[in-house]
């Protein structure tokens, strides 16, 4: 434990500067004494010395916003609108993002914004230049078009580096290349259509919800499918599996609590806490994923005053002792193995070349036991959760609208039919399938809001046509939300809010998305688009067919989510899916059902 923490540095240096400015002032009362036989009074330059820095701050903004007013108008452009927010420095809006954060539905607040300035705007907290957009023709010059100039930037890499490290998440320029090179041979066609490790995960999945199912209980599919999700990727990427899914699922909070051993795992009789908890590796491994996330996630969220949050302790420090202490020694081991094997001059075959994880195939290219470490945390951070909370979408949607469930086995049982187990050309001619997917990621992606650094001043063009283009100034944060973007009425037509896949099939599918394609990203676009993507339709698709082959109707039980899970009766007097859907999305680096999504299911005959 370091008494260094995160909250004792930013103490440290923001103290500092009253210090050198005391310091400065006195030299310069010195100076005029000695100098210039000035001899002001002492209460003189303590209102100096009081009032200057309001002064400076004042005048250096003023004098930035002149400029910025300046260079705009040079380049024919405008600065973006402002949001006139009540608060003093705007921090109405961090209050306003806050409380969405603990009782909100994503984007609360912004949509409000949206209507009445515009999908572009300076959010202006704290006169930060904060260039707030959904328009798709700027999210395309960030991620694709003008993708040089920008960056994550180092004030996020800080943020997140006690999580993250220098992963291909968390790293730009020259180092980002690096780890998107070394990773990327892993995710070649050859690689992600092995689906035996799917199917046996699936296997054991499938046969805890019958269990369960069968002794009358309800099932937190979110949490069943993020161990079918973390068993997958520890097993591809570092070729040892958590087993989370022998550690015995949760009961409803409402069930007695008189459930000791749990009957219905493949190790029967794992130990329960009375209240249906399992003490397992697996369990803190997923708790210290979450916790890890979410201590990251907190930081984003509370800006510049986070480090106020961690003056007694380093939030990640707890969750990254239980990662790393699985992890490092598996590295570590390959590491060892590796540098045996080159010294023996041993060959892999081809038939093992097949199998290799990515840890195999990275220990080839490096033996930093820390690079490792860190590329394969962030590939696993950027694949488990991400899979799970949209599989778990796609299961809400399913139990809410039987027509589509009752589609999609139609269109399984014609590719595959009743038990054949799905190949990858199976898969790919699922069109329905590809559609009900899409349109679960279109109304839900799980990275709502994205944010990167401008590093040059450039201009982007005015959403309205008659209108100057928008000068984004250098150094600006640009946040953006494909969440808000994907159920605009202007780009996706009157019924952005309903849930229809056919819009990814029939005439609208020309009519939007064709001439736009940047109205759709939830995999974001261009250089650093999702390295996954390919691998998360493969995986989702396999256990959905998986699933709907051995059951034929989901029901949603919203009332078992524990109570503060619960969606405010309020919400049902709102228009779209704020009003329409029951379950209570939650946000930390990605969004996820607060409170699981507990269902039951039919098996199939
Ligand atoms: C439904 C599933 C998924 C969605 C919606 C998704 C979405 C995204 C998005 C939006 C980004 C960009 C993040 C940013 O700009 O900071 C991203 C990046 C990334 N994703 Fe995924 N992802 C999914 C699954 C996966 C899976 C299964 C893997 C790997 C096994 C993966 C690996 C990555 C990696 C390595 C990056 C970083 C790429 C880079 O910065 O160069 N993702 N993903
Ligand atoms: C930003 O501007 C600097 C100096 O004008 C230039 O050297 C650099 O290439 C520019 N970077 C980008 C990404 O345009
Ligand atoms: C469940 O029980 C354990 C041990 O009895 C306790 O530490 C934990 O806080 C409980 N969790 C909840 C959600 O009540
Ligand atoms: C899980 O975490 C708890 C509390 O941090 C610890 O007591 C226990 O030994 C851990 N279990 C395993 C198997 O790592
Ligand atoms: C990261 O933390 C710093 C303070 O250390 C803060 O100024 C900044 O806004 C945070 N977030 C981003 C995206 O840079
Ligand atoms: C789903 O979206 C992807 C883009 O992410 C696209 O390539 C694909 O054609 C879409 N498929 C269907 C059936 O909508
Ligand atoms: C666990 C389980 O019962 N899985 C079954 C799901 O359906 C397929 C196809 O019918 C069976 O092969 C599995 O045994």
């Excluded at 035996?196 to 069943?224: E, P, T």
């Excluded at 990427?237 to 459930?259: D, K």
């Excluded at 054949?420 to 809001?449: C, G, W």
Aim: glycine content about 6%; overall charge neutral.
């Amino acid at each position: 434990m370091t008494i260094f923490t995160p909250g004792v540095v930013a103490i440290t240096r923001t103290l500092a500067l009253p210090g050198i400015f005391a310091v400065g002032t006195v030299a310069v009362r010195r100076f005029l004494e000695k100098y210039g036989g000035l001899v002001l009074p002492t209460w003189l330059f303590a209102t100096i010395y009081v009032l200057s820095p309001p002064v400076l701050i004042t005048c250096r903004i003023l004098v930035r916003d002149w400029r910025q007013r300046r260079d705009a108008a040079a380049l024919g452009a405008r600065i973006a609108p402002r949001v006139k927010g009540k608060w003093f420095a705007n921090l109405g809006l961090l209050k306003m993002m806050m409380n969405n954060y603990y009782r909100g539905y994503p984007a609360d607040g912004l949509f409000n914004i949206m209507e009445h300035q515009g999908p572009v705007f300076n959010m202006n907290i704290l006169w930060q230049n904060m260039v707030f957009t959904c328009q798709p023709e700027h999210i395309q010059l960030i991620l694709a078009t003008d993708f040089g100039n920008y960056v994550k930037g180092e004030r996020f890499q800080r943020n997140m580096s006690s999580v993250l490290g220098s992963g291909v998440f968390n790293s730009d320029g020259d180092m980002w290349k690096f780890h998107r090179s070394m990773t990327r041979p892993f995710f070649s066609r050859d690689k992600i259509i092995h689906f035996d490790m799917f199917d046996r995960h699936a296997d054991s999945a499938i046969s805890l919800m019958k269990a369960r199912f069968r002794a009358g209980y309800a099932v937190d599919f979110q949490d069943l499918i993020g161990r079918f999700t973390l068993d997958s990727a520890t097993e591809f990427l570092l070729g040892s599996c958590v087993n989370s899914l022998t550690a015995g699922l949760p009961y409803p909070h409402n069930v007695a609590p008189n459930v000791v051993f749990d009957s219905s795992t493949s190790n029967a009789g794992t130990l329960l806490s009375p209240n249906g908890t399992a003490f397992s590796l697996a369990r803190n491994f997923s708790n210290a994923l979450l916790d890890a996330q979410e201590a990251v996630s907190a930081r984003e969220r509370f800006s510049m005053i986070w480090p106020m949050l961690e003056i007694h302790k380093d939030k990640t420090e707890k969750p990254m002792k239980v990662l790393n202490g699985f992890i490092q020694p598996i590295v570590n081991e390959a590491v060892a193995k590796m540098r045996s094997q080159k010294e023996c001059g041993e060959m892999k075959g081809p038939d093992e070349e097949e199998k290799e994880t990515l840890l195999d195939q990275l220990v080839k290219q490096t033996d930093d036991p820390v690079v490792l470490k860190d590329e394969t945390l962030n590939i696993l951070i950027a694949g488990r959760d991400t899979t799970a909370a949209t599989l778990t979408f796609v299961v809400y949607f399913l139990s809410m609208y039987p027509d589509t469930m009752d589609r999609l086995r139609e269109e399984i049982f014609e590719k595959v039919g009743p038990s054949k187990r799905p190949t990858y050309d199976d898969i790919r001619d699922m069109k329905f399938l590809r559609a009900v997917i899409n349109e679960t990621l279109r109304l839900y992606p799980v990275v709502p809001f994205n944010i990167r650094e401008c590093t040059n001043a450039t201009t982007w063009p005015s959403p309205d046509p008659t209108q100057p283009p928008i000068y984004i100034p250098a150094g600006a944060i640009v946040p953006w939300s494909v969440f808000m973007m994907h159920r605009r009425k202007d780009l996706w037509g009157p019924d952005a809010e309903v849930f229809d896949p056919d819009r990814f099939l029939d005439d609208r599918l020309k009519t939007y998305l064709v001439p736009r394609p940047f109205i759709f990203l939830p995999f974001n676009a261009g250089a650093r688009i999702c390295l996954g993507q390919q691998f998360a339709y493969n995986e989702m698709s396999f256990i959905l067919v998986r699933l709907i082959q051995n059951f034929t109707s989901f029901t949603h039980f919203p009332e078992l989510s524990p109570p503060e899970f619960q969606v405010p009766p309020e919400w049902k007097s709102f228009p779209g899916r704020k009003g329409i859907d029951k379950f209570f999305p939650k946000m930390t680096l990605t969004m996820y059902s607060g409170g699981g999504l507990w269902i039951k299911a039919q098996e199939a005959e």
